[in-house]
């Protein structure tokens, strides 16, 4: 844990803090630390079974730390910044335990592209989501060129990135980059809900469904259909199936162990 971001477990959900409220949670090299090392230390706490990533004060995240950004020395600390900026938030997209984005006020630039590495988003009304780079002559580089048009239509995806202008929450559920519309100041509890709702799950696969679904996006149908079926007999040799089952003869809720 670091003073830039904290952490708080809520039974079997982490809930993970940009805290930075007087930056408006600008993500800098304290906040990708801090989140690197909760990720890693997360991943071996068996009763910790989703995440949430939050923002304190007014807003998710204004995006990258400018003033870090302007204290390159040239393209290739800034290459760097970005580099470890986006090895980050690709291990997150990448983390065996489910994760949800807790998105109040704005989520601009590193802070949108932040949320996108998460699995599923929830935003209270009138939040505002955008990638306003190009307003500064420079493009999204931690994924946001390549994640957004992936979850929201590629023309949406276009005009976010070359006007930098954002879209409402509201927009952004009507395209389906957001899951779930909160009302305000209700982003944190929705978001909790849908991670409670996920975290009841077997840990196994959870996993296995992200896998699926995020591989199987770069596969052609065929092999990807393939990949399905050998990952869900792979599931069937699991003491979670097994109690699955002897949990819906019983007319009761399982008890996974991500065995």
């Not at 291990?91 to 998105?103: F, G, M, Q, R």
Request: glycine share 10%; proline share 5%; charged share 25%.
């Amino acid at each position: 844990m670091t003073q830039a971001l904290t952490t708080d477990i809520r039974g079997r959900v982490a809930v993970l803090t940009l805290n930075r409220p007087d930056k408006l949670n600008a993500i800098g090299t304290p906040v990708v630390e801090g989140l690197e090392s909760e990720l890693l230390r997360l991943r071996d706490e068996p009763g910790v079974r989703a995440l949430v990533i939050t923002g304190s004060g007014r807003a998710f995240s204004a995006g990258a730390d400018l003033d870090e950004i302007e204290g390159c020395a040239g393209p290739y600390d800034f290459r760097a910044f970005v580099h470890r900026l986006t090895d980050v938030f690709g291990l997150l997209e990448a983390y065996p335990k489910p994760s949800v984005a807790a998105i109040h006020g704005f989520a601009f630039g590193g802070g949108l592209e932040l949320s996108l590495a998460c699995d599923l988003r929830v935003a209270e009304a009138g939040a505002r989501l955008g990638l306003p780079e190009i307003k500064l002559g420079v493009l999204p580089g931690a994924a946001g060129t390549q994640r957004l048009p992936r979850l929201a239509p590629p023309a949406i995806a276009k005009q976010m990135i070359l006007t930098g202008e954002p879209i409402t929450a509201e927009r952004a559920h009507a395209v389906g980059l957001v899951n779930e519309l909160a009302e305000k100041e209700g982003a944190l509890d929705a978001a909790l809900k849908l991670a409670e709702r996920l975290a009841a799950g077997a840990p196994r696969a959870l996993d296995a469904g992200k896998q699926l679904v995020d591989r199987g996006l770069a596969m052609d149908l065929n092999a990807a259909i393939a990949f399905e079926r050998e990952t869900v007999t792979a599931l069937f040799s699991t003491l979670d199936r097994e109690e699955g089952l002897k949990a819906f003869r019983e007319r009761r809720e399982p008890e996974f162990q991500g065995r």
